[in-house]
T-cell receptor, first 113, second 109 residues
Framework: GAGVSQSPSNKVTEKGKDVELRCDPI?????LYWYRQRLGQGLEFLIY????????KSGLPSDRFSAERTGESVSTLTIQRTQQEDSAVYLC???????????FGPGTRLTVT | RKEVEQDPGPFNVPEGATVAFNCTYS??????FFWYRQDCRKEPKLLMS???SGNEDGRFTAQLNRASQYISLLIRDSKLSDSATYLC??????????FGKGTTLSVSS
C-alpha cells in the first residue's frame, strides 16, 4: 500500500516568509509525528497527534511553528517568518500509536535564504 | 545528560568485519527500544526492535540491559550495503520516540 507522503519535496524560501509543509500519513494510522533534522544532526521531535486527543506540542522550538491535523488524515506544519536556522529536512511519520514502529515519509528539504 | 546518547563514529570497517554500536538512555522508565537505519539523504527506516531477552535477525543482534540503561547492536560479516547511519531510538513518554544522533558506519571493500 501507499506509504507516508510529503509535499513539497524541496522548498526554497526567503527569510521572513511563511511556509506550509504537508504530510499524508498511511491510511488507518491514528498517530502522526513531525520531526526536524538539520544537516548532520539527529532527529528533533516537534509535535505529535494521536486521534482526537490534544497534540503533544512539547518539541516545537518557538511560537513561529504550528501544526494542524484534520481528523486522522492530512497534517500541515506551518513555519511563520522563517529564519535561516529553520533550514532542515522536515520529516513526518505515522503509526497506529504508542511505541510501535513509525513509518517515515521522504521529508521536505527546506532552505531559507 | 542527553536522553539518548550514541558514539557518532564514523566506524570504518572492511567487508566481513564484525562491528558493535552502543547506546545509553537516561530515563529508566523507557518502555520500547529500536534501532533504525538511515541512508544518506533518506528517511529513517526500522532495522529491528530490541527486546529484553535480546534478539537476532540474520547478521544483526540487538541487546538491551535495563539495569545499565544500555542498548547495543552487533553486525556480523559486514557488507558494503550496511554503510549507513544507525539510530538508537527509545520510547520514553509512551508516545513520541526519542532518537539518538546516530552512529555512522562505512564498510569498504
Amino acid at each position: 500500500g501507499a506509504g507516508v507522503s510529503q509535499s513539497p519535496s524541496n522548498k526554497v524560501t526567503e527569510k521572513g516568509k511563511d511556509v506550509e509543509l504537508r504530510c499524508d500519513p498511511i491510511s488507518g494510522h491514528t498517530a502522526l509525528y513531525w520531526y526536524r533534522q538539520r544537516l548532520g544532526q539527529g532527529l528533533e521531535f516537534l509535535i505529535y497527534f494521536q486521534g482526537n486527543s490534544a497534540p503533544d506540542k512539547s518539541g516545537l522550538p518557538s511560537d513561529r511553528f504550528s501544526a494542524e491535523r484534520t481528523g486522522e488524515s492530512v497534517s500541515t506544519l506551518t513555519i511563520q517568518r522563517t529564519q535561516q536556522e529553520d533550514s532542515a529536512v522536515y520529516l513526518c511519520a505515522s503509526n497506529t500509536g504508542g511505541g510501535f514502529e513509525q513509518y517515515f515519509g521522504p521529508g521536505t528539504r527546506l532552505t531559507v535564504t | 545528560r542527553k536522553e539518548v546518547e550514541q558514539d557518532p563514529g564514523p566506524f570504518n570497517v572492511p567487508e566481513g568485519a564484525t562491528v558493535a554500536f552502543n547506546c545509553t538512555y537516561s530515563n529508566s522508565a523507557s518502555q520500547s527500544f529500536f534501532w533504525y537505519r538511515q541512508d544518506c539523504r533518506k528517511e529513517p527506516k526500522l532495522l529491528m526492535s530490541v527486546y529484553s531477552s535480546g534478539n537476532e535477525d540474520g547478521r544483526f543482534t540487538a541487546q538491551l540491559n535495563r539495569a545499565s540503561q544500555y542498548i547495543s547492536l552487533l553486525i556480523r560479516d559486514s557488507k558494503l550495503s550496511d554503510s549507513a547511519t544507525y539510530l538508537c531510538v527509545v520510547n520514553m513518554r509512551g508516545t513520541a520516540l526519542i532518537f539518538g544522533k546516530g552512529t555512522t558506519l562505512s564498510v569498504s571493500s
